[in-house]
């Protein structure tokens, strides 16, 4: 396993486009690509379960737009109304129906539940709108390595993971989309 290389949005599109020309060579050894971000800028109330703000909406349509050509065949998101918003401009331009998997109070299990709902989908571009604190878990569920804790100003992330035909991530790259966030910091801290 390489550690996370930082790329730009348009370098991310291509190399997923050229995995996904090699992936088409054998069904037999389709490797799975999963792109996993945090939900978009979320609102401060309802404080349960808030919408996205008005930046937060600007950024699930970039994000729709950062992925468009990406081939993704899969959606996979939390019962939250944030992560739902987020991957709704995708999900209408692809006709796409998001899989929920429920978010729960044990990261850990929901983390091991997005990876066994991916592993379902292999072969496939997936796209998951996970949380600041289920993102990392979630990436080394999936056999990646431990990325720095996502912030909560953290919100243009973006990891694409490449998984071998035997559920092995083999590469994990990390871009952004939408509006930068404000750099990130560690430990986290208000900016």
């Known amino acids: 396993m390489t550690s996370p ?27 799975t690509v999963v792109i996993v971000v945090r939900h978009a800028d979320k ?38 109304l944030r992560s739902r918003e987020t991957a709704r401009p995708l999900a209408e331009a692809q006709r796409l129906t998001p899989i929920t998997v429920p978010h729960g109070s044990d990261i850990a299990q929901h983390a ?21 604190e289920t993102v990392g878990p979630i990436i080394q569920a999936l056999g990646g390595p431990a990325i720095p804790e996502v912030c909560g100003y953290e919100y243009s ?4 993971l490449v998984l071998d035909e035997h559920d092995r991530a083999v590469r ?15 430990p986290c801290t208000t900016p």
Do not use: W
């Open 5 to 31: 290389t930082r790329l730009p949005s348009r370098l991310l599109l291509g190399f997923v486009l050229g995995l996904l020309c090699v992936r088409t060579v054998s069904a037999q050894q389709a490797s």
């Open 43 to 80: 609102d401060t109330i309802p404080k349960a379960d808030p919408p996205l703000t008005a930046a937060g909406v600007v950024r699930a349509k970039a994000l729709a737009v950062a992925v468009a050509d990406a081939g993704v065949e899969a959606i996979i998101t939390t019962e939250l």
């Open 112 to 132: 091991q539940a997005v990876a066994a709902a991916v592993r379902k989908l292999r072969g496939k571009t997936v796209l998951v709108v996970g949380h600041g």
């Open 157 to 160: 992330n973006l990891y694409t």
């Open 172 to 186: 994990l790259i990390h871009s952004a989309y939408g509006a930068p966030s404000p750099a990130h910091m560690s």
